[in-house]
């Protein structure tokens, strides 16, 4: 069992930045890919980024690429988050999968862990 916290969300203007990070516990974190993924109100949760278990392997969103960073230490992931838009607004989760092999993973059906989300909300 894995509990998965987030933090970091608030309130920027456009142009700001913020970093989430998400504190693992409860399992060996090292054994699995870890991924944020947002929900807009209205809107379906979506894919962010991803990560591999050793972290060498990373993936983006082309809507936060070149602009969202992923990286993880230990038993935290972070997402550094620049050049924000009022379109990144939403809730952010942190999400973990179990995993054997070394890839990422995008879907977030795949996904076993799920945080409770912390708020992002960029104003214009």
């Known amino acids: 069992q894995v509990q998965l916290v987030e933090s970091g969300g608030g309130l920027v203007q456009a142009g700001g930045s913020l970093r989430l990070s998400c504190a693992a516990s409860?399992?060996?974190?090292?054994?699995?890919?870890m991924g944020w993924f947002r929900q807009a109100p209205g809107k379906e949760r979506e894919f962010v980024s991803t990560?591999?278990?050793?972290?060498?392997t990373v993936g983006y969103a082309d809507s936060v690429k070149d602009r969202f960073t992923i990286s993880r230490d230990g038993a935290t992931v972070f997402l550094q988050m620049n050049s924000l838009k009022p379109e990144d607004t939403a809730v952010y989760y942190c999400?973990?999968?179990?995993?054997?092999?070394?890839?990422?993973?995008?879907?977030?059906?795949?996904?076993?862990?799920w945080g409770q989300g912390t708020q992002v909300t960029v104003s214009s």
């Open positions: 999400a973990g999968r179990r995993t054997y092999t070394g890839g990422v993973t995008y879907d977030q059906s795949h996904y076993d862990y």
């Open positions: 409860g399992s060996d974190i090292s054994s699995y890919a």
């Open positions: 990560i591999n278990r050793s972290g060498n």
